[in-house]
């Protein structure tokens, strides 16, 4: 081993410790709900004192977040699935053509990004009773993909910028027409920052809460907020329960995604190929 | 349209017809007209930027000419996309899809040309043997070698026979004793195969050493077309001369011309070359000789010689050696054969300069 300084190794412990300190903080607020949320007493309280499962099963069986959670399955599904359509086929003529106007477009694209999510949301709630639209899954669904949209569209962008366009050269020197090459090279591909790209504006979606505050009715309620409607009226636990529900299915979900396609791919900072 | 017939009278596969490609304001490519031969290997040689990678991307249709028009086997390709175009092509990098086998790969020009699964498979057997390549199939590229991954590039470009074979730098990835076998390799099945073959370097030595014809292009334009050994012992234009093999450039003075004959003064030394490149010249003025380092021949500083100078570098090759000899400020390039050069003329010592003068070229001054 290559002999260190003292000066080294102070540096080295102080890096050390701040790193620890960091990652403390990002995980601080989740220890403190996961074990906020074994209480036995129906108060949020921090410590516990005495310990149980029963806040967990409390909020399984409350029937306004079982249908915020299908609620929110619906949504999600829809909106993140048009989401990377819309922000696929925008980031490819992004990429892949010039055409005036084009730094414009992309700012627009973006802009979500800028535009605060309760503006979208209020801005939706008029236009819906303008129009005349019924608070229903549609109107939740289009506030969605325009709020995800940014985020598809930057996770395909980057995809398709990290591609290789020899690849497509290469299958069109073999007598692939367009549609082929797209088929069978450019999407193949492409997988792992499309499914990035899904993932990202899945969990997005389904977590959104200020937007959806607006524009969803008793019916369509997601499950922030049914959260939401929840903690106006109760302080017990069970909503660190379903928190902590929320970060074990989300952790699942990217694990899950992490197997078939590697971490590094899925969160599109690795090159694809 | 009439097949145009090139230099050896065969007939002629792919012909560039004043092509002329800009972008934007740069004009990548100036009025360049070239006729390659069936089953001949014509090299596009040249610095980069100079044209040589757009010309073969025309070719290949992944580019569209501003002017001019390209046909293939007498057919006008303009409008013609690159998948109706019956090209093979061997990329810088290989392109090999990652997300198939090599197999697959090699196999997928015949599922778009919709060849019975039997015949494909019989062609993919034969053109992984061809390569040698054979159990390889169900590999994936990332688990192979540079040298095999080329291999499977050649096997999937060849395997659809394709009218023209076009190669845009495949062995600049390679190190440099496999690059040799592959050459070698290459040049072989595209003989066996008679393939018409266009093949972009800006290598000096992988065009002398491959083709049949070389065209060495600089600025968008075709400075020389011609047979290696044309190329190398009579370029065209100083460009030429300094770009295609080590050469060295002298500054001499025209003292007589006589119809293809020119005598330059070097020094004290008279030296005669062709004239032709000299035409229109006045007596007495500047001149550029250039020679090539095997056409100087070092002797004894007190024997007759064009220029005196002295060593300041050895280069020990092997099978020859290389003296930088200085002579009035000027480093020249003197090339020996054997070994005994590195004894006969240490570091330091002065040295007389022969010039194996028939065998030169001189232009006017630049």
Known sequence: MIPRSTYQRVLRLVGLLTVLVIIAFLVLPAAVVTIAAFNDKPILSFPPQTWSWRWFGRALAYEDFRQGFFNGLIVTAWSSTIALCVGGMFAFVIDRYKFPLKSAIEGILISPLVIPHFTVGLGFLILAAQVGLSRGFAVVVICHVILVLPFVLRSVYVSLRNLDQSYEYAAASLGAGPLRVLTTVTLPLLLPGLVSGWLFAAILSFNEFTASLFVTSQRTQTLPVAMYNYVREFADPSMAALSVMYIVGTAALIAFANAFLGLGKVLNIEQSH | ?366
């Open chain 2, 1 to 366: 349209m009439k097949p145009s017939a090139n230099v050896e009278g065969e007939q002629t596969a792919v012909h560039f017809d004043a092509v002329t490609k800009r972008f934007d304001d740069v004009v990548a490519l100036n009025a360049v007209t070239l006729g390659v031969g069936r089953s001949e290997f014509v090299t596009l040689l040249g610095p980069s930027g100079c044209g040589k990678t757009t010309l073969l991307k025309l070719a290949a249709g992944f580019l569209g000419p501003d002017g001019g028009s390209i046909s293939i086997e007498g057919k006008r390709m303009n409008d013609i996309p690159t998948y109706q175009r019956g090209i093979g092509m061997m990329f810088q990098n290989y392109a090999l899809f990652p997300h198939m086998s090599v197999a697959e790969n090699v196999a997928y020009g015949l599922k778009t040309r919709r060849v019975p699964r039997v015949e494909r498979d019989k062609r993919v057997a034969d053109a992984l043997a061809l390569v040698k390549l054979k159990g390889m199939e169900n590999r994936k590229p990332r688990q192979l070698s540079g040298g095999q991954q080329q291999r499977v590039a050649l096997a999937r470009a060849l395997v659809i026979n394709p009218t023209v074979l076009l190669l845009d730098e495949p062995f600049s990835a390679l190190d440099k004793s496999l690059r040799t076998s592959m050459q070698v390799e290459l040049r072989e099945i595209q003989r066996k195969l008679g393939l018409t073959t266009i093949f972009v370097t800006h290598d000096q030595g992988e065009a002398l050493s491959m083709s049949d014809r070389v065209a060495v292009m600089s600025e968008g334009r075709i400075r020389q077309l011609g047979r290696p050994v044309d190329v190398y012992r009579s370029p065209a234009d100083p460009f030429v001369a300094s770009f295609v093999g080590d050469n060295n450039r002298l500054r001499g003075q025209l003292v007589s011309m006589q119809a293809k004959q020119a005598i330059v003064a070097l020094g004290d030394a008279l030296v005669k070359v062709s004239g032709e490149s000299l035409s229109g010249l006045e007596k007495s003025a500047a001149v550029d000789l250039f020679v090539r380092p095997e056409q100087f021949s070092v002797v004894a500083p007190e024997e007759p010689c064009a220029i005196k100078g002295s060593v300041v570098a050895q280069i020990y090759q092997g099978g020859h050696v290389d003296l930088q000899i200085e002579c009035a400020g000027e480093r020249l390039l003197v090339r020996s054969p054997g070994e005994q050069a590195v004894l006969r003329w240490p570091m330091g010592a002065p040295v007389g300069i022969g010039i194996q003068a028939d065998r030169c070229s001189a232009f006017p001054a630049a």
